[in-house]
Structures are given as C-alpha cells and as structure tokens.
C-alpha cells in the first residue's frame, strides 16, 4: 500500500527538524516534530478525521493538550455535557500542539466534510512555552491564532467560532510565561467581533483574586483539574446556544478580566500596544503589514542589517511607489529593514520594539527612530517625549551594540494642499509648537555617543519657518525630493559606522 503524502512528510522528521530556526514558524502549517508525538499525533489525526467523515457533529473544539485533556481529567464533564443528546461535539486537540500544527490539520483534510455550526477555539500556551521570544515573538502566536481564525471564517462562513485566551499558567501574574501568554491575549480579543467571532474569557474563574493558580485547580500549574472542565462547560454553554440557534442575543463574558502584571498606569504612550489597522488591514487584497514585514525579517537567512529604520507613516512611505526608487539607487550595497507603521504612535512603536519581533534575533549596526507625530492630536508633549525615551530604552537593550539614530519630529502642519486650491497654512501653529516642544524634551536623550541626533528640522523648513512644500508636498509626509534629502543625510553616518 502506498504511504500517505502526509504520512511521508511525517517520517522525514526522524532525520531532521521541522521548519527552519528563525522561520516565522507560527503561521507555516506544519507537523509536530517532537519525538513523543510520532506514536500519538497522527493516530489521533486519523481517527479524528475518521469521525468527521461519519458526520453528525454540530460543534468543533480545536487545541492542544488542555483541549485534549477533556478526555482525561475533564472526561466526566464531557459526558455530562457534550457526548450525547444536546450538544454533539467532536473534540479535535492534541497534546503539543501549536499554531502551526492545527493549521497544518486544519489544511489537510482533519475536518473531511464536516459542516459545523461552531468551533471552540483555545491555542497558543506550546507556542509561548516551547520556544523563546527570538525564535517567537508574541507578535508571531497573535498571527498564528490569527491565521486559524481567518481559515475557519473562510472554509466555514455558517459557522460561530468562539474563541478563549489562552488559559492561565504559572503560579503568579509575574510567571514568564503567563506574561507572554498574557501579552497574546490583550491583542487576540480585537479578533472577536461579537457576532462570526465570539470572546468567552473566564480566565479570573480559574484564578484566586490575586491572580494566583493553586494546585488544586491544576496540578502542575498548566492543565485544569476537572473543576476547571466543570468551570469551562459552564461558561461555554450559553454561547454554544447562541451558535446553535437556540437563543437570539449573543453573549458576553460575565467573568472578571483576570489579573495580569501587564502595565495599565502611566502615560498611554509608554503602554505597548498592537496598531489593529496593520494586524487586520480591511482590504482584503492586501497583506496585512505586521505580517509582511515578519515574513520579510524571517527569511534574511544571514540574521544581519546594516540599518533598522523603526517609524510611522513618514518611515512607512519610503516602501511607496516613486520613494522606494530613491531608497533602491541612495541605499544600494546595504542591507535595511524598513519597519515603519503608517499611523503608529510610540505606544505602537513601543509595541513593535519589545514585542514585534523586530528587534529579536538579528544583528544590526544601526537603527533609525523616529516617532511621536500621530501623538500630538491628543498627548501632551511630556507624555509624548516619555513614550519616545520608552522606545529609545528599548531599543537599546535589543540592539546595545548600535548606533541609535534618534531623529526629531519633522516640521507638520494641519493644511494640505489640494487641487485648484490656494495652498494654506492657517492652522499650522496647532501642531507646530507641540512638536517644537517634543523636541526640546528628547534632545538629552541623545549622548552623541550611543545615541546620535539626526536633525533634519532646517532641511525640510522653508525660510518662513514652516514644512517646505517642496519636500512635504501635503505638510506631513515626504515626497521623492524629501526623501533624497533624507537619504543623504542619512548616507554619512550609514558609511561612517558600517565602514562601507
């Protein structure tokens, strides 16, 4: 009998690892390379599928070993609850798995032609636990979560998909790795939009007030009991009637948000947060920008950057058509990452930085920052210049060993020029003072040394004082001319320290 194409890919693994060390592993489908799971993972795959294939099931859950664990620990549970008459149910997790691995199931026939009428939906704790944030960053488990969400959103339009956060881990709010999981599920509830995607968090339920897991509720602090199957049925089954059809009004998590030791004080620019725009871009033609620049980061094989220019829409704008000639002829024979963010603040940036994995597991000898001007329609100056020195500290304790860039706010004003219009600049002055202030703020930040001013404030000003309109051609962002005058100022320092 021939050996199933997925079967071969399977038995390669004995000789190798599966995917490549710095891939953006979690959202490449693959399969399991643990040596445990070669005896356990495809057996359950296929009798799993064999199910399916017989029908009858009106609901999916999909995970890992928690998932799995209503078989063990949560088994008197499920009986009472899923295995017959009112919910029918078809438990599809398997121990170790990651992103990667249910989407590979999801990709290769596990679900056969199954149609049902909801998913429950808990991944992502093998993702954090499993590898460090080099080979993962957070950013790469919320696009892996991302990923299974948008397959079933796609191959099963009719179908509710409730999603949990990962559940908790760890003994305190301060484990690592409930952290990390932590940071995950702040960002994966903007995937939830109360109607195709239901947020069932009880999170708090499986907690003390503090925040502590107590080993009565999982013994290794990782995989409930069954009080916490009992729990979980509890809080699932009023949104497992709405999918069903069964009542009309789409629930909410009545549960407390659970305690975390993410920060929630201080100004918001200094608290790290996703730009949801670049995570879920609505035009479904394009490929949503934190993706693509992972995927870009992921396949540098040399892991090696002359510069990392980290920004907003003015840094962003050097990919657009006509700036990106000027960046391919001044740049050519150095090797940079553009990771700019069109409309990110330093809360974004901050994110990108620590987070994002842009940072994480390459070497670069120098990196470029500029940030701040989306904040000054509603921050103050202090707690913009704040949320720029939280990105500056950062930077500096990924990448010591560059030379940080640290660049001023370019001159901005309110107007834009427009067709058959006389151009104007009566609003200028609102914007204007604010970022003159953020910059006398920053200014300290640079030693001359590690971190370096690079102001180009007099070369995009005209002799009034105001954005030239030559180089910022709508006030803000600019053009083919702008940036030429950028890349050589740029040049100098770019030869100086890369030698080349």
């Known amino acids: 009998m021939k050996m199933p194409a997925y079967r071969m890919m399977f038995a390669a693994l004995s000789v190798g690892v599966c995917g490549s060390l710095f891939g953006q592993l979690a959202v490449t489908p693959a399969l399991p390379e643990r040596a445990w799971t070669r005896k356990m993972w495809l057996p359950r795959f296929d009798a799993k599928k064999a199910l399916a294939e017989q029908g009858g099931y009106d609901i999916v859950f ?18 009472a609850n899923f295995a017959e008459g009112t919910y029918k149910a078809l438990n599809c997790g398997i121990s170790g798995d990651r992103t990667e691995h249910v989407l590979w199931r999801l990709y290769n026939g596990q679900l056969a032609n199954l149609s049902p009428k909801a998913f429950v939906l808990m991944i992502g704790t093998n993702n954090t636990g499993h590898r ?14 991302q990923s299974i969400v948008d397959h079933l959103k796609s191959k099963y339009p009719q179908a509710k998909i409730i999603m949990h956060p990962i559940f908790p881990r760890g003994a305190t709010v301060k484990d690592p790795l409930r952290v990390r999981n932590d940071l995950v599920n702040s960002e994966i509830k903007a995937f939830a939009d109360g109607k195709r995607v239901l947020w069932c968090d ?31 049925a509890e809080e699932l089954k009023p949104f497992l009637d709405y999918a069903l059809g069964r009542t009309k009004k789409a629930p909410k998590s009545t549960a407390p948000v659970a305690m975390t030791s993410l920060p929630k004080t201080g100004p918001v620019t200094t608290i790290p947060k996703i730009k949801n725009h670049w995570l879920n871009n609505p035009k479904k033609s394009v490929q949503p920008r934190i993706r693509e620049k992972r995927a870009e980061q992921c396949a540098n094989a040399e892991r090696y950057y002359d510069a990392i220019m980290i920004g907003d829409s003015i840094t962003h704008f050097w990919d657009r058509k006509g700036n990106v000639d000027v960046f391919n002829a001044k740049f050519k024979g150095y090797k940079i990452l553009n990771v700019g963010f069109g ?5 974004n940036t901050l994110w990108n930085i620590l987070h994002g994995g842009i940072l994480d597991g390459v070497h670069t000898r120098v990196v470029t920052l500029m940030i701040g001007t989306n904040n000054t329609w509603s921050d103050t100056p202090e707690d913009i210049a704040a949320g720029i020195k939280a990105c500056v500290e950062a930077i500096r304790k990924k990448q010591p060993q560059a030379k940080l860039l640290l660049m001023p706010l370019l001159p901005r ?45 007099k070369q995009f000003t005209d002799s009034e004082g105001l954005p030239d309109v030559k ?22 320092h770019l030869k100086e320290i890369c030698g080349k």
Do not use: C
């Open 62 to 79: 999909l995970g890992d070993s928690i998932t799995h664990g209503w078989e063990s620990k949560g088994a008197k549970v499920w009986a």
């Open 471 to 492: 180089l910022l051609p709508d006030g803000t962002h600019p053009g083919p001319e702008g940036y030429t005058v950028w890349a050589d100022a740029f040049l100098p």
């Open 343 to 347: 409309g990110d603040r330093t809360q």
């Open 132 to 145: 460090d944030v080099e080979s993962e960053p957070p950013t790469d488990t919320i696009l892996g979560i």
């Open 202 to 232: 009880f999170n708090s339920r499986l907690l003390t007030t503090n925040g502590v897991m107590e080993t009565s509720m999982a013994k290794d602090l990782l995989h409930p009991g069954e009080p916490g199957y009992v729990i979980w």
């Open 413 to 457: 004003e309110v107007a834009h020029k427009r067709p058959n219009r006389d151009y104007t600049r009566k609003n200028g002055e609102i914007v204007m003072p604010k970022q003159i202030k953020v910059n006398e703020l920053i200014r300290p930040l640079a030693d001359g040394k590690d971190v370096i001013w690079f102001d180009l404030t």
